[in-house]
């Protein structure tokens, strides 16, 4: 708890000097009016008094994001960070997903389509919304119950409080459509246990809610029947102070049965394997493994690794290391330069073929182009990770103004 406080008060007091208060802001997701009512439908807000929260309401999509509402979330937390009556924000989403990630089958529609740019504005869009979430000067709650993947970790991850439930499902599949690891996944996955990081990074596997506790992805837990009464008392909260909301979280958590034959029951066998220095290594190290041991969770693995996309898996294994050493901020923007790569198509065209046959056709039989491991070449992975051009910019985010303390 002591830890805690010292963390928000070193946020508060940076963060504190660089803010200017304004009570009232007209809210425009986008340049046409038009499109105003439909983003707002997407981006619900309830509360009154000391706190506010943050819908996500594209239920059709499994709340899956578009630039529109990274835009509006972006500026409904500015707004609330501002406004001196506000102690606190929560967010979460409708149906059964917190948010399945970024809208990639509408990034695959716009690639199509020769929008290029349009891509770029999502992408500018949705991490600045991280960033912004990850210096945040109040404490704010995510409440993941559902599907939390991709870029909804990347929403949520980089807050103070994360409530897992019995109905959570979190992955980052990137590498099953032949991209990377983005939206400050390169940053939080990274500095979990052990290689915890490189597991979800190159296999995609989902995680449970006791599983995302026990690796450090979740603050806290609740069955999903209790979370009624966990949002009833953090809106009678009258504060600013985390550990009052902490208090509060907590009051209503319960105890956590993990399933013995998962992950958890694993991690000696994770950690030898995914410590390989080379995906190639990794790989010889779960075949030995199964054969070893005939354990069933080695030979999924392996099934899971030889269905991902090789240039991904090269891709995603340098990001986690690059990550371990990196700010926030430096995760994004390199992220940023990774994904523009990504669907430029310069290097491969990958992105595109994951999504058609994982989200668009569903024949579930990509062609992966280079279609091997050993056919993707060190200049190849070395290009994903440069400028597009000179004349490309990098992501620009407030790191004067903002520094990540995280």
Known sequence: MQSLKVLWRRRRSGLHSTLLIAHHRAFSCVSNPAAVNDCDSEVLVEGEGCSRTAILNRIHALNALNTSMGARLQKLYKSWEENPDIGFVVMKGRGRAFCAGGDIVGLYKLINEGRIDDCKEFFRTVYSFIYLVGTYLKPNVAILDGITMGGGAGISIPGLFR?????????????????????????HLSHLPGYWGEYLALTGEKLNGPEMMACGLATHYAPSAKLPLIEEGL????????????????????????????????????DKC???????????????????????????????????????????????REGRFQTLDQCLVREYRMSVQGISGQISNDFVEGVRARMVEKDYAPKWNPPSLEQVS?????????????????????????????
């Open 274 to 320: 995914f410590s390989g220095g080379t995906v190639e290594e990794i790989i010889d190290a779960l075949e030995s493994e199964t054969a070893r041991t005939q354990d069933p969770w080695c030979s999924s693995t392996l099934k899971r690794l030889k269905e991902a996309s090789p240039l991904s898996l090269k891709v995603c294994l340098r990001s986690i």
């Open 378 to 406: 060190s200049d190849m992975v070395d290009q994903y990770f440069s400028p597009i051009s000179e004349l490309e910019p990098d992501l620009d985010l407030p790191t004067t103004a903002r520094e990540a303390f995280i």
């Open 235 to 270: 809106r009678k909260l009258v504060t600013d102070d985390p550990s009052v909301i902490e208090a509060s979280l907590e009051q209503y958590g319960s105890l956590i049965f993990s399933n013995n034959n998962g992950i958890l029951k694993r991690i000696e066998i994770l």
């Open 163 to 187: 409530v897992a439930t019995d109905r959570t499902v979190f992955a980052t599949p990137e590498t099953l459509i032949g991209f990377h690891i983005d939206a400050g996944a390169s940053f």
